[in-house]
């Protein structure tokens, strides 16, 4: 059931993404864009799911590309790029949330919340491809539990990248039902994921 997510989540970038993963460490700003574009999408909806606001979610993605940039010539992820900026936008966000509960001196939710147990501890990982495999793992299982039209448009989120007005296209709805159902999904999701479940 999981081999398709598996092989999308495979730790060895192909020829083409080596290539723009090179070019990006040259400074080739298209190729920048290109990796902007292929991952923004998923990796804003993992962010949600996490600090459950559209606004800080994208801030945590913009940060995450904006240390590959910051740090390109250096930049060498030891497989997949999705990979990396999973693992990345996942690090970034719960370091986001856990400063925004030391500010707000909320030290006893901190110690109750601080681990998001079907995501695993916010202690670095020994192994980020594994840890971001089981992120993906993890998230398409509780996707499994949503109501069949809520699961298909966050699916094609999620999976294909697809934006709100291309599901809305693709499945014959109304873009203002695909933001419900996508706003209701993720809420979904991350109370799932967020008690265990």
């Known amino acids: 059931?999981?081999?398709?997510?598996?092989?999308?989540?495979?730790?060895?970038?192909?020829?083409?993404?080596?290539?723009?993963?090179?070019?990006?460490?040259?400074?080739?700003?298209?190729?920048?864009?290109?990796?902007?574009?292929?991952?923004?999408?998923?990796?804003?909806?993992?962010?949600?799911?996490?600090?459950?606001?559209?606004?800080?979610?994208?801030?945590?993605?913009?940060?995450?590309?904006?240390?590959?940039?910051?740090?390109?010539?250096?930049?060498?992820?030891?497989?997949?790029?999705?990979?990396?900026?999973?693992?990345a936008t996942r690090n970034e966000a719960l370091n986001l949330l856990r400063s925004l509960r030391r500010e707000r001196g909320l030290a006893a939710r901190l110690a109750r919340e601080e681990v998001v147990p079907a995501l695993g501890s916010a202690a670095a990982p020994p192994d980020d491809a594994a840890v971001a495999r089981h992120l993906t793992a993890a998230i398409e299982q509780a996707a499994e539990t949503l109501p069949a039209r809520a699961r298909e448009v966050f699916l094609l989120r999620w999976r294909e990248g697809l934006k709100y007005p291309e599901i809305a296209e693709r499945l014959g709805i109304a873009l203002k039902t695909v933001e419900m159902h996508m706003t209701r999904a993720l809420r979904s999701l991350r109370e799932r994921l967020g008690a265990g479940g």
């Open 1 to 87: 059931m999981h081999r398709p997510a598996g092989k999308r989540d495979s730790p060895s970038p192909d020829a083409a993404e080596r290539e723009l993963i090179a070019r990006v460490r040259a400074g080739d700003v298209a190729a920048f864009e290109t990796l902007f574009v292929t991952h923004y999408e998923g990796m804003c909806a993992l962010a949600f799911m996490l600090v459950r606001s559209r606004d800080a979610a994208e801030d945590v993605v913009a940060n995450v590309f904006r240390n590959v940039w910051a740090r390109r010539a250096e930049w060498e992820p030891r497989g997949a790029a999705r990979t990396y900026l999973l693992t």
